[in-house]
């Protein structure tokens, strides 16, 4: 028999060929949801695993110098700045590569140089006839500008399906963690502001096929969109026993990510919600409970969910956990802070530091809590340990772009390849109509980022499919039509200047491959008559 697509994990692999094997056979059904409001307490805790004296020092060795933590993995930390490097340097040799061109376009030879020169930094070719009419007047900068982004991301996309960069294949072992923590599902909200794209692959450093991600302006999710996920996810484990069996007693977990600023709290926090730190931890609890409150409505009590609210500050990436009771219900002004475990845990080892984190994470609520969430959190705060040092060893300890620096807008449903802080700026929608605070905010920020220097505001319309239903692909590109041109109605004014340039991609999700470019409008001007 056939084996599954590439890019499936072994675990997703193995089931995909069990259901295959069945469908000659008998299969019986799995029983409907029964998971408890409150879920059987773990056997064992994180503390339990790490053992060892909670008071024992780290060991001085030269494999962890004295400024680097235990639990930090440097191996991993050098292969992401690696990738970082690669990415953004490709967008960011843009502009001087078209400063130079500014300065030769009259020169002999113009068109033949410029392309060499292209091909040399940005490793692709541009538009010929740009070039060619360039004697006539002043190059089209603006045009050759959204153009070397819309060309960049697709390099970059090709490069993420083709090379897994980031290792986000490889999750079957946090899968199973995941499961042991008592979690058939992980769905995580970030705010859209590009300083969070990277909150999972870095900052939390979880497998990306381990983790349904959702960004929103302000981490404000739909909520009705959010049940429907759940109600499909709820529905695959009756049916097909996917991720695990309905009746095993495991949890849908939603957790909403926002974001602080740790250096400039006043100016530099969510814009979504006016800088307000307060604003923001609020309102992303609310929207987890109102979440909660849908589901145990409009289903039942004993399908509830679970709960987690985190905050990122953008300045160094450490995380705070604001740790929920077995209930669900979490403090708004209490949490567990991971730079003050890293600075409390620093000159342990590596056992002694896990249990630390492990008795800090119990303290951290005041209620009686679920052993399988505390296992997570802890998990959490320990992956972030290498983000922190990561900032430490590679940003000076705190990022020097502390506000927006992102290079385009990316709209719709897709982009599982954008991973890396202060790429992009996502708004995840179906249509302009009900996404347009997210969109708002993003042109807001890109009026300031391009505008104010003349240069186009780029975005990349994505719309992924399921290339095993009939028309799928098609009704994806009408739907990216029809955002594309809401979204040039909306902002007609930026359009018709030519300060803002669209792209269409769509993208066959049943298959780890790159997105497909359709269209974009950008239009390149042909010799020719009549």
């Not at 849908?252 to 250096?263: A, D, G």
């Not at 040092?389 to 385009?408: I, L, P, T």
């Not at 930026?494 to 991609?505: N, V």
Request: proline share 6%; aromatic share 8%; with cysteine.
């Amino acid at each position: 028999q056939p084996l599954p697509p590439r890019g499936f994990s072994p675990r997703r692999r193995a089931w995909l060929q069990a259901r295959v094997r069945a469908c000659g056979g008998n299969v019986q059904r799995p029983m409907a949801p029964t998971a408890p409001r409150r879920r059987p307490a773990m056997v064992s805790s994180l503390a339990d695993r790490a053992g060892g004296n909670a008071a024992a020092r780290r060991p001085s060795s030269a494999v962890w110098p004295r400024d680097q933590h235990p639990l930090s993995d440097p191996t991993r930390n050098a292969e992401l700045h690696r990738y970082e490097q690669e990415v953004k340097g490709a967008f960011d040799r843009i502009v001087p590569v078209l400063q130079q061109l500014s300065l030769q376009q009259h020169e002999p030879r113009f068109p033949e140089v410029a392309q060499a020169l292209a091909h040399a930094e940005l490793g692709f070719a541009l538009p010929q006839p740009i070039l060619e009419n360039a004697w006539v007047g002043q190059l089209d900068m603006r045009t050759l500008y959204a153009w070397c982004v819309f060309e960049t991301y697709q390099r970059i996309s090709d490069q993420f399906f083709s090379d897994d960069p980031l290792a986000g294949n490889q999750g079957d072992a946090f899968e199973q963690f995941l499961f042991d923590c008592g979690f058939h599902l992980l769905d995580i909200t970030p705010c859209a502001d590009g300083r969070l794209a990277h909150a999972i692959a870095y900052a939390l450093r979880i497998p990306l096929s381990c983790v349904r991600r959702r960004p929103h302006a302000g981490a404000l999710f739909d909520i009705e969109d959010t049940v429907e996920r759940w109600v499909k996810t709820e529905h695959r484990r009756s049916r097909e026993g996917y991720p695990n069996a309905a009746h095993d007693p495991t949890r849908y977990l939603k957790c909403v990510v926002y974001h602080f600023s740790s250096i400039d709290p006043s100016h530099e926090g969510c814009a979504a919600h006016g800088s307000d730190d307060g604003l923001a931890v609020s309102a992303g609890m609310a929207r987890l409970k109102a979440f909660r409150e849908a589901v145990e409505k409009g289903f039942c009590c004993g399908a509830s969910v679970d709960l987690l609210l985190i905050g990122l500050d953008t300045d160094t990436d450490a995380i705070r956990v604001h740790v929920p009771d077995r209930d669900g219900e979490a403090s708004l002004d209490q949490w567990v802070d991971a730079r003050e475990l890293y600075a409390e845990t620093l000159g342990l080892d590596s056992a002694a530091a896990r249990a630390h984190i492990a008795a800090a994470v119990q303290a951290g609520c005041s209620g009686p809590t679920d052993p399988g969430m505390n296992q997570f959190i802890a998990r959490l705060i320990e992956n972030n340990i290498s983000q922190i040092d990561y900032v430490k060893q590679f940003h000076g300890g705190n990022y020097s772009d502390a506000g927006h620096a992102e290079r385009f807008i990316g709209v719709g449903i897709g982009f599982k390849e954008i991973h890396l802080r202060n790429l992009t700026y996502f708004a995840h929608l179906d249509t302009v109509e009900e996404g347009a605070p997210d969109l708002d905010v993003g042109i807001k920020i890109f009026s300031g980022l391009n505008v104010t220097r003349g240069l186009p505001i780029p975005v990349v319309v994505r719309f992924d499919y399921r290339g095993s239903v009939p028309g799928a692909r098609e009704r994806a590109i009408a739907n990216g039509e029809r955002v594309m041109a809401a979204m040039q109605n909306r902002y007609s004014d930026l359009f018709e200047k030519g300060l803002l340039h669209l792209l269409l991609s769509v993208r066959d999700r049943n298959h780890f491959v790159p997105s497909e470019t359709v269209r974009s409008t950008i239009t390149i001007p042909t010799p020719g008559g009549h």
